[in-house]
């Protein structure tokens, strides 16, 4: 099966007066696993939808491959689909209801079994064909959602945060599941998702979005490690944004003079984990905090700025004794300091 790469040329689209795409571009390559990514109302469902035919763009153009599918009917466009809700028939049993697109497709009645019998086994169901929705687990619901999405082997998969209804370890072995799915069929595939860990885990790339606009798009290190704006730092995890002229160089040098993004997990107690070239902030101890696996400390910077410090219970020696009020200094590595970009002093 060939996969495709899909073009977004300036898609937009209003509600009224509420912008709910603003222009989005971006282009994913044949085979990728994308991952949009944002919080809720941010555009994510409605750029998906966009794509599946079902919400009509404004204006600009989507391509598959190099055809224009902007006007083109949903169910001749060759995409799969998972939502979140399943969306399976609950009157048809699991065989009926991954048969149902080929059905739709008016393929022969023998080639549809063999077909929705692979799939069910790719998702590992077999065996559960006969079974109705209503004898299903949540899991084993979204697995007949995925089935039903790849029997008709499409060119492109889309998924709207289709493991959010799971509990946390259902969700784990799902998401690691349907990125060897996505491995092994080759299918160009964009995820929906708010969970900015998922993000991270299953995607090539991912694209964060934010009030109708993609802010960036990027692998996933360089998305957490390098974030372009505010947004996306604060977004990807506990991002310390210090202030110009909080931190100081260990080796004396001028301090610098940007706003700096310094993740929990790059500072520490301990001088010598961040180098001469590093970056030291001195503050006083508002709070700790054991969480099993690391401590959690809240420095208040000398101006008032608070940031969060994440010790790993294996480095955290000196912090069981640390006491409230106390002066602490902690250190970052010179390549854990990203310079936040146009936020200059
Ligand atoms: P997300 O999936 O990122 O949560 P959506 O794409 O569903 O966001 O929605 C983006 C914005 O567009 C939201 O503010 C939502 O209320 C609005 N919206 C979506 N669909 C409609 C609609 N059919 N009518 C009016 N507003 C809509
Ligand atoms: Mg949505």
Same mark, same amino acid.
């Given at each position: ?196 860990? !998922? ?6 790339? &991912? /694209?964060?979005?934010?009030?109708? +606009? *993609?802010?960036?798009? %990027? #692998? $996933? ?12 730092? !604060? ?6 944004? &210090? /202030?110009?002229?909080?931190?100081? +160089? *260990?080796?004396?040098? %001028? #301090? $610098? ?89």
């Amino acid at each position: 099966m060939k996969s495709l790469p899909i073009t977004i040329d300036s898609v937009r689209k209003a509600y009224g007066s509420y912008v709910a795409l603003d222009d989005v571009s971006l282009d994913i390559r044949a085979g990728e696993f994308l991952t949009l990514l944002g919080p809720s109302g941010s555009g994510k469902t409605t750029l998906l939808m966009a794509l599946a035919g079902f919400v009509r763009p404004d204006s600009g153009k989507l391509l598959l491959g190099d055809r224009d599918i902007t006007r083109l009917a949903p169910n001749k466009r060759e995409i799969g689909i998972v939502f979140q809700n399943y969306a399976l028939f609950p009157h048809m049993n699991v065989l009926a209801n991954v048969e149902y697109p080929l059905a739709l497709r008016r393929r022969r009645k023998a080639e549809a079994r063999q077909r929705a019998l692979d799939a069910l086994a790719r998702v590992k169901l077999d065996g559960l064909s006969e079974r109705g929705i209503g004898e299903l687990s949540g899991g084993q619901r979204q697995r007949v959602a995925l089935a039903r999405a790849i029997v008709f082997e499409p060119r492109v998969m889309l998924m709207d945060e289709p493991l959010s209804a799971l509990d946390k370890n259902l969700r784990e072995t799902m998401q690691y599941e349907i990125r060897r799915l996505h491995d092994d069929l080759g299918i160009t595939t964009i995820y929906v998702t708010h969970d900015q860990r !998922e993000a991270l885990t299953m995607s090539d790339r &991912i /694209a964060v979005m934010n009030s109708g +606009r *993609i802010q960036q798009i %990027d #692998a $996933p290190q360089h998305i957490y490690d390098r974030p372009s704006t505010r947004f996306v730092a !604060e977004f990807m995890g506990e991002a310390n944004i &210090i /202030a110009p002229g909080l931190a100081r +160089r *260990i080796d004396g040098a %001028d #301090a $610098p003079r940007e706003t700096l993004m310094i993740r929990a997990e790059s500072l520490h107690l301990d001088a010598s984990l961040a180098g001469r070239d590093g970056v030291a902030l001195d503050g006083t101890l508002r709070a700790k905090a054991f969480r099993g696996e690391n401590w959690l400390l809240t420095l208040a910077l000398d101006g008032g700025q608070e940031i969060l410090v994440c010790i790993p219970a294996a480095l955290a020696g000196g912090c069981v004794e640390l006491a409230a009020s106390q002066r602490v200094t902690v250190y970052a590595p010179a390549q854990k300091v990203h310079v936040l970009p146009g936020a200059m002093a």
